[in-house]
Structures are given as structure tokens and as C-alpha cells.
């Protein structure tokens, strides 16, 4: 659907897919690869009677578009194509960059994948890339990590009715659950990025039967990894847990290997790096003046709540990355799933800005 109304458009020099599922398309063919990334699924609707709105509608209503994906993250999606149309339109030279369009797959499931993806297999490494997942229309330069930390308890099995014969692995893993809820407490403050952070997001045992002591019990914790933090450091703080609950346990990064709509697999450890850009880096700055001279006001900066594709394409490869996209934050992933038009038609006329902004200072800079 997204690839015909590329084609509609008759904008862009190349349309195609990779293996992966990644759709992309080109605009010009500068030497300096710019690009404007979106990811295209979404996650489930839940239930859909507490929908105001039918979740695949597309509804518009109040001023806004609702349904699942308008917000987190498809919103992004017709500014981006349009931004292609307006750049042929106004006739925006083309003689010092290509704009690539790139609408990304997998991203609910394993942030920034894709890009490991389009980096590594794809051989394409742009200048700077502008994330355009839900920021309200902010400059946004920054987000904590993610990693995704499996704890597997095993215990001794006996009949439910002589537990004293057994260990009961629930019983150790609630020892152990008590001290990851203390160990996010202290877990340290960045000025700039917020908290990092630790919950238990799932929980399972294996048993025999409903009258049987668990053998085994399994949590699934959700680190989000502030400044300073790393995969070792987490993994480090965990297993020091285990040890004051007095358990002994196995202490492991996951790994994502679930396969894209195309039916590839490309596994990855579910470890996603944190990233910050400063300030003054050429792409926020540019981004800033962008904002500035469409809108004649100014910008809000700042960083992201949640986690976006920036953790493969600045925390991984350090490709520089700036943040600008429609609809807020606190929509995604709710019932409330929408956006408003207004940002649309604002994004648009950013995406279509950008790089010529971009690359005139930086040349002015050079």
C-alpha cells in the first residue's frame, strides 16, 4: 500500500523492498545520503470495546486520526511520502543529496533490528538519519537503552502434598523478584535521559502437574539502561541480586529470533544501546533552524521516553541521528491511539526542509 502511493506520487527515483522487509525509496541522486526513517508495524488492538473508535478505521474525528498505529507509529508515514511531492513541486535542488525514505518493519518486537539489517546486509550507511517516531513535533536527541534479561530458577520437584520433599522454584524466584524491585530503586538518575530502570514483565514455572512443586521458574525483566549503563553492567547488577535473595540462578541477555513478514530471520541479542546527541550537533542544530524558519517559533528539544529505532542507527553504528515526528508519546500503544492533522501537514514541510537545511550548513561549516 505504501509503495503504490510512492508510486503515485511520481516523486521518487527508485521504490523497492530488501530482504528483510524494509520498504525504501529514493529521491534524487546527490552523493550525501540523507535519510528519514519510520517504522510501519504496530502492535496489537487488545480489546476492542474499549476502542472510541474502530482500531483499523482510520477515523478522523476532533480535529485528529484514530486508530491503531496513527500515533506509534504510521502517522509519519503520508508526511514522508508528501515531503517527496513538495521537494518536486517547489522544485528543492537535488544536487547535493539523495533522500531516502525508509519505512521499517519489526520494530515493536526488536528496536532498531531492522537497521542492523539495512547496515549490515544492505551495505547503506547515510550521513544522518531524522527518526520520526512520535515526538509531538519536539527536536528530540536522545533515549535510554533497552535490554531484555532473562532469570531461569530451577528447584527439585516433589508431589504438592509433601512440598517439604521438593524446592519449590516459584518459592526461590520470589526471593528474587522482591530484590529486582529493590534493585530499581537504586538504580541511577541522569540529568538529561531520566532514570534507569528494572521490571519484571513476565513470569512462567514448569510443573509436572497443578499438584506438583515447580521445577523451574523463568522471569522476564525490562532494563531500561540510562547514561553510563551497559549490557555488562546490567547483567552484573542482576546476578548480584539473585546472590542477596540467595538463589542460584542462570542470568542471560535474550535472544530475538522471531522472523519478519518476509519469513527471514536474522537473530539478535535483545541489547539496544543508549544514545544522546548533543545540542550543537549538526543534524539537531539543523533541525532547530528548520523548525524555526517553517514555523516562526522555538523549538522544543529534548529526548524520548521510550525506545526507537535510534538504538541501532546512533547506539550501534553511531550514524547520526536527530528526532522529529508526529503525535505524542503518550498515545502509543492505548486505545487513545491518534494524531492530529495539524502535525501532519507541519511534518511534511519539515521532511521536505531538512535536507537542504542540513547540507547548507554543513557546508557553510566546512
Known sequence: RIAAEMRSTKAFDRVWTDGFGNLFGQV???????????????????DRSEWKHDPYAGRVASGRVWGRGAGDQEGAVPPMVYAARIIRDLKIPLDEYSLYLVFTVQEEDCDGLCWQYIVRE????????????????????????????????????????MPHKGDNAVH?????????????????????????????????????????????????LDRRLTAGETEASALREVRDAVRRAGVKARVETRT???????????????????????EDAPQVQAAAVTYRELFRRRPRIGRWTFSTNGVSINGMFGIPCVGFGPAEESVAHTVNDSVAIEQLVQCAAFYAAFPSVYCGMRRRTN
Open 28 to 46: 534524487g541522486k546527490g552523493p550525501r545520503a540523507i535519510a528519514i526513517d519510520a517504522h510501519v508495524d504496530t502492535v496489537g488492538v487488545g
Open 122 to 161: 544492505d551495505g547503506f550507511r547515510p550521513e544522518v538519519v531524522v527518526v520520526t517516531d512520535s515526538t509531538d513535533c519536539r527536536i528530540l536527541r536522545g533515549q535510554r537503552g533497552r535490554m531484555e534479561i532473562g532469570v531461569t530458577v530451577k528447584g527439585r520437584s516433589c508431589h504438592g502434598s
Open 172 to 220: 526461590k524466584m520470589a526471593r528474587v523478584v522482591s530484590e529486582i524491585e529493590a534493585l530499581n530503586g537504586r538504580l541511577p538518575e541522569d540529568p538529561f535521559l531520566g532514570k534507569g530502570t528494572v521490571t519484571v514483565t513476565y513470569i512462567n514455572c514448569k510443573t509436572p502437574s497443578l499438584c506438583a512443586v515447580p521445577d523451574e521458574a523463568f522471569i522476564h
Open 256 to 278: 530475538y529470533e522471531r522472523p519478519s513478514y518476509t519469513g527471514l530471520v536474522y537473530p539478535t541479542r535483545s541489547y539496544f544501546p543508549t544514545w544522546v546527541e548533543l
